[in-house]
DNA sequence: GTCATCATGTAAGCCGTTACATGATTGC
DNA sequence: GCAATCATGTAACGGCTTACATGATGAC
């Protein structure tokens, strides 16, 4: 989960660890009070795996080779954007890799189970331009599917009689809430049969990508896949 | 929060503990999917911290003795509820004590710094009618002012023009349904605000209960403090 | 010079999960 | 006799949180 949501935002440009957590917490509803207790160790863990490299490092891709000047290699990966850099020191800014993508793809399709819940499912909504349109669809359909279920429980619940007050509220309000969610993912189902088809969407994830150009993390960005809580899960 | 809800639970009546799994999953929706893993170990816990006896054992509670016919004692604690009880060995039915009344009282009526979420307060709110009146407008209006800024972070990240179809979809979904529960909340406020003084629904919770009245777990139940998932948390 | 913020990390521990092991009862 | 369900438990492990430790930079 925490490794899907960070290389789904290295995806989009290169990252320090302090700045992965501001847009968790900010852009990311779900996943807001991830701490740096487990977002560094999977940060790290993600680097044994090859996923990431470390800025000034430039992983085994051969053709562009270290100049020398550790410095003046860092200075490279600097992040762009935003205000100008303050602290130059102690940053590992973190770029994602080819074995990185493939791993991100991976995760991103992968059909879990049983334990998908609304974190899960929003978070690969958040990235879901990276999946392909049919894999995209069967995200949705599953989702809808255990909404149905879950507004059937619901349901069942709510007909009880003898609920007091507080709990009859609560399955009522449940009931009704997983009846707009149906309601919203059957609306983006629709537009994704219909207009899905375009192709417009799908960003291939795995994609072809030669060479790390350092112009893209500045110039590409689509912004942060960013959405703020679906879940109810978190504060 | 397992410890609370079966403690909720077993202040209505007895039960065992695959029966108040059953329970947990079907009419709590959140902890829809707690395991015998965690259940049973939390059950555990509670009889070793004296919350709750298994039938047969009359606690320290003098007054009722034992007879000396294990077989006999038991007997009298098979719940009553529901179709004859089929299997009849290897049961361990629970009932709360008085210092179990004490934790659950404890457990509800505190104020988790952080850590609230929806499955927490779900759960708090299902058993609200054990809440002071006090206690539950500030469970309320704890809640609201937690989602009141989450509407705001929701609002912030709407804005965003960048955002691709899916991420922004999520965002207004998110922003929507955030609104809706806030709204609500101001509902049961209002209530509580209104109606709520008349007293009719507090039934302390360390109620003064000296002997453990057999038949009460055969009449008293208002039925369990059921209420299906508000949590978009889990399944 | 000191405080707030930025920045990275480690250690202990909780809470829960999966998987495994066991056995009784009922229906066929 | 066998399978399904009911019923209880243990063991290993995983992920995340809290609390702790450290230090650089910039503002005042």
Redesign the pocket.
């Known amino acids: 989960?925490?490794?899907l949501a960070i290389l789904g935002l290295l995806e989009e440009q290169e990252l320090?660890?302090?700045?992965?957590?501001?847009r968790l917490r900010e852009e990311l509803g779900f996943?807001?009070?991830?701490?740096?207790?487990?977002?560094?160790?999977?940060?790290?863990?993600l680097e044994r795996s090859g996923a990431v490299v470390?800025a000034g490092e430039v992983a085994s891709t051969p053709g562009i080779p270290m100049t020398g000047s550790l410095a003046g290699e860092r200075a490279a990966f600097w992040p762009r954007r935003g205000p100008a850099?303050?602290?130059?020191?102690?940053?590992?800014?973190?770029r994602i890799t080819e074995e990185g993508r493939r791993q991100f793809a991976a995760l991103l399709a992968a059909e879990p189970?049983?334990?998908e819940d609304a974190r899960s499912f929003g978070l690969r909504l958040a990235f879901a331009r990276y999946l392909p349109p049919a894999a995209r669809l069967r995200l949705l359909e599953r989702r809808r599917s255990q909404l149905q279920e879950r507004l059937e429980a619901a349901r069942r619940v709510a007909a009880d009689h003898q609920l007091d007050r507080y709990a009859r509220s609560l399955a009522e309000h449940a009931k009704e809430s997983t009846e707009q969610d149906i309601s919203w993912l059957d609306r983006l189902i629709a537009a994704e049969r219909s207009g899905g088809g375009d192709g417009v969407h799908w960003t291939p994830s795995p994609a072809p990508m030669p060479s790390p150009d350092p112009s893209r993390a500045a110039s590409a960005a689509p912004s942060s896949a960013a959405a703020a809580a679906v879940t109810k899960g978190?504060p």
């Not at 320090?16 to 501001?22: A, F, Q």
């Not at 996943?31 to 863990?45: D, I, K, T």
């Not at 850099?85 to 973190?94: A, H, I, L, N, T």
């Open positions: 989960m925490l490794e320090h660890g302090y700045e992965i957590r501001r996943l807001a009070n991830v701490s740096f207790g487990s977002l560094y160790p999977a940060l790290a863990r470390a850099p303050r602290s130059r020191r102690g940053r590992k800014v973190y189970g049983a334990g978190l």
